[in-house]
């Protein structure tokens, strides 16, 4: 122990403690590494459209530059439409990056937990230092109940046990004691590790590692190194900007030189190249999209999801596997007393989480002896003060068999602590390996009957090797091979059940041979242990917590597979797949079939089994076609005695499939997976750090349910995004008509670039946002879950739909208010065409109109605003039609409820009040180029806006009834 | 007991998944061949008959569902278009309160307002001599006396009877230009450097400038020297436009109308420099002074005459 300068009475002196520190660094993991936060900046600054739109600005600038250069005195004009594009992309990526700072900072606030306290010796001195400052070779001392706070070498133990669970994936406690029993750290029982729990037990030891040094720290590191897959909805917002901008590009380079050969100046070309730019992205759409998803984050962080990534919560809707754990996610992380044998009968316990009474048949004799063991042969004991808290949810000292059969007894027989109290203990032999039993002898609390009072329980072949005789309804009886048989056959029953059954025994000691004062010594064992009566069995078991059920049958009706992952037997993890539905009632494994027909495993039809259990060892031999092959030929699987590192492997192999995989875990072990996974699901209870670290969502409840809940908030939101895309699109068609025709038909320009931008980020953005509030269409959780390369976000149907239906449909209507304000101040249709050349001309001073009259440039730019106004007016008109259509895609407006969602009116009139605003409000602001309007003006679009209402209407009433038909193919996006 | 991760078999696995990353990245990358291939298939799929992903009957059924749907687009739209025009009256607009009060132009217009020639080449100011030549063609005597009546002066010209109605316009005789008309001087002073500009107000239906008083035209230096600018004759009378020409009826009904017109003869101006010259028209009702519309109720013009 001298290489680490270290006494074992003593520990480290300060100063030489203060050095190591200096060295080593704190005693933590590092956190991944996080990109600096100017980079993430810059990224959204470029991301999506932003490029595009940096392309138009630069296009004005360079417009504005040659025009100064030539003097043309609107050149201005084009120098703030730059600003304001650029203003508009800055401002978008600040909002983009806000949104993202504020999701990391929920996560950060999250992993600030309570700094953990150590109690270790420096200077001969006990001394509490936060566990950050441990260095190796500090003296620690560890109790139950704590956190180990570095990996430890034990110099010391009494009693020790370590949940290595989080490590391992074991759940079973293991002892700790100075011995070096193993080769491999992780073997040998001298070493305890960081981040594990002492359950119980005393135990002193030296630091041998600290920080990203400990064990965790090496695996945590190694999950770091499992790259990120791209989430699913970054990929659809991805393929939608590619084709948004495709469209953009394409149509602008396509007009570009339509202008160029109309023998427009290049320069006009180029502008016109940036109203179709501006026209044709959705300028406010990214910024809605972010709001929608922290929106539903937000709802979801509410039903027990918290989400750390925005995006992930999409993915969760787009799961079609879940890999759950079984331990604490579905079952309740609680051995639970589930059947008793007694009187030859098999009874069965309520497991719910909420017990508070058993309604078995407690009259026999038998009961009352076997209660009386429960009770007595039982080490654990209810942390003191906790009288009014519900016996299930009391703290226990004590491991979890002996905590379940406390708490069952406490549930029936209430106030255990005295029984034993009147009971008093006389001698004890805790339970160990080799006996395999656990034995205590009391006073009877009758004063009459002087005998003591022998209780033991253990496993249940070694219990009945020392039984002669059985209790029968309160009688003893002698154990013949019949009585022995019917014993085996509840054994075989219980433990076929997955559960861990004990046996329970007593023998009253004759008064005469054992008086009162008769000396128990438990070295010597000076007292029967043999010839004992056999009183009964007592199984416990996880129980499934009592929600999974149902949440299970609710995945499998909407095409989620879900895959049980544990390290559990086969047998249990069975019973539990089965009793929760993972397994489903009527399927066989492959094992169950050769069973029912008595054929060997091998002569089965594999296709014939939908179940499959399948062996960590078996998986370790498989190769990956043969996993595929299971993956692919059954639909209920469970992987039983599974090593973390080999959930990595199914994650994998669930991906091969093209399916979207969503992994639970709480262990460090679970990271890589987690972090492989579509979706990583951390346990907020259980889970560890590194877990949370490296999973997209954490569960605060552990509970199986929410993450179906979670699956149908994300099915929802992309739906909802689905909406508001369409939404969005539909008015860059009524936005881009008019240049096209501009340029085409050469009249004057019906609408601006300043009030396309007041449409797309004014009037239009808190409607988008109001479609992610739209309720559920009632088919959501029956369909398949999408499948990743074929339901896109923004297919096919949805762009033409939005695009070449109702966009035109907008426009038309919109170009009818155009005209109709033209028309009404003396410029008729036939006038207007071919008029531009002159209506541009700022020295034309006395162009006649359809009437004679003549009209000076700024009358005619005066008019040509109104004429803006006109048409901005007639699309939000018209956009108000288009959100209500789209709070459907398949149902009617009647069947969803023109009110269920009162966000949407909030929509509506948002919308209507900014265009009044813009329009009487800022009409004087030449800059802003809007006029107010006649107030009739408003209700020429408003056919067209029924129009499209009811031409949605009957487009979903043929989807309803005729599905699978061409209008069904065509229209439903 | 579940199998305990050694660090050695964690290894293995991460080289494992490393190959398979690699793997993935191959297949992942297409090849350009690949992607020509893809198009083609794309365009034209001979094992499905397909073309861009449709079959010949696919794509028949959805270009006759676009024929339809725009064709009723069309049809409706036509219709909007065919009921707003019968709600318009043929003669007066439905409202003209963009186009007033009236804004004013000159002639001679060579697309600018700048007028600048030198005396002694008459290659630079014949174009505007020839612009004032065919604008006032219009306006000869015979061609005014045969379209157009003489009206009393003074007065508003107003006509009524029914809307349809033709109307009569008032004469306006070039010769009332004096000499400004190009009758006498076919060069309109631009040979001598004493340049005539006429003054046109825009025409607006029904508008009656003055309300009663004839707006009448002053000219200044815009901004400098006002010594620039010495004298300036107007025509006819003291630079008026008569109130018998208004109000203007629309061109459906009042066929031969010829807007009346000012001539200004500057018959001082410096020479051999740049003059910016403001003229306004004064009257009632007239606005003259707004900073957006430089011509409204006002023109700026810049004479440089060259010796």
Known sequence: EEKYTTSISKGLTSARAAEILARDGPNALTPPKSTPEIIKFLKQMVGGFSILLWVGALLCWIAFGIQTAQGVASAFDNLYLGVVLALVVILTGIFAYYQEAKSTNIMASFSKMIPQQALVIRDGEKKEVPAEQLVVGDMVEIKGGDRIPADIRLIFAQGCKVDNSSLTGESEPQSRSCDFTHENPLETKNIAFYSTTCLEGTATGMVINTGDHTIIGRIA???????????????????????VAGVAVSIGVLFFIIAVSMKYKVLDSIIFLIGIIVANVPEGLLATVTVSLSLTAKRMAKKNCLVKNLEAVETLGSTSIICSDKTGTLTQNRMTVAHLWFDDQIYSADTSEEQTTQSFDQSSQSWAALSKIVTLCNRAEFKPGQENVPIMKRVVVGDASETALLKFAEVILGDVMGIRKRNRKLAEIPFNSTNKFQLSIHETEDPNDKRFLLVMKGAPERILERCSTIMINGEEQPLDRERAEAFQTAYMELGGLGERVLGFCHLYLPEDEFPDTYPFDTDSMNFPTSNLCFVGLLSMIDPPRSTVPDAVSKCRSAGIKVIMVTGDHPITAKAIAKSVGIISANSETVEDIAKRLNIPVEQVNKQDARAAVINGMELKDMTTEQLDEILINHSEIVFARTSPQQKLIIVEGCQRQDAVVAVTGDGVNDSPALKK?????????????????????????????????????????????????????????????????YIIASIPL????????????????????????????????NRRPRHKKKDRLVNEQLAVYSYLQIGILQSVGAFLAYFTVYAEQGWLPNTLLGLRVNWEDDYYNDIEDSYGQEWTRYQRTYLQWSGYTAFFVSITIQQVADLIIRKTRRNSIFQQGLLRNKVIWVGIFSQIAIALILCYGLGSVTALNFTPLRVQYWFVAMPYAILIWVYDEIRKLFIRQYPGSWWDKNMYY | SPPLPHSDTSSDEGERRDEQEKHKEKMGKKTLADVIQEMKTFLWNSEKRECMGRTAQSWG??????????????????FCIYGLLLTLSPYTPTYRDRVSPPGVMIRPYLHGFTIAFNVSEPSTWTPYVNSMHHF????????????????????????????????????????????????EDPTFGYSTGQPCILLKMNRIIGYRPGYGTPVSVNCAIQKGNESALKSVDFYPGNGTFDLMYYPYYGKLTHVNYTSPLVALHFTDVKKNDFVPIQCRLNGEGIVNNVTNDRFLGRIIFTLSIGM
Request: include cysteine; charge should be negative; aromatic fraction near 10%.
């Open chain 1, 750 to 781: 019906p609408i601006g670039t300043i009030t396309i931008l007041f449409i797309d980020l004014g009037t239009d953005i808190i409607p988008s946002v109001a479609l992610a509030y739209e309720k559920a269409e009632s088919d959501i959780m």
């Open chain 1, 221 to 243: 590191s190694l999950a770091s190194g499992v790259g990120n897959e791209k989430t699913p909805i970054a990929i659809e917002i991805e393929h939608f900007v590619h084709i």
């Open chain 1, 677 to 741: 996974a579509d979706i990583g699901i951390a346990m907020g209870i259980a889970g560890s750090d590194a877990a949370k670290n490296a999973a997209d969502m954490i569960l605060l409840d552990d509970n199986f349910a929410s993450i179906v809940t979670g699956v149908e908030e994300g099915r929802l939101i992309f739906d909802n995004l689905k909406k508001t895309i369409a939404y969005t699109l539909t008015k860059n068609i009524a936005e881009l008509c008019p240049f096209l025709i």
């Open chain 2, 136 to 183: 006032l063609q219009a306006y000869d005597d015979n061609v005014q006396e045969e379209k157009n009546i003489e009206c009393p002066a003074g007065q508003y010209f107003v006509q009524d009877g029914t809307e349809s109605e033709e109307k009569k316009a008032c004469q306006f005789k070039r010769s009332q230009l004096q000499n400004c008309s190009g009758i």
């Open chain 2, 61 to 78: 059924l959805i270009l006759l569902f676009y024929l339809i749907f725009y064709m009723f687009l069309a049809g409706m739209f036509s």
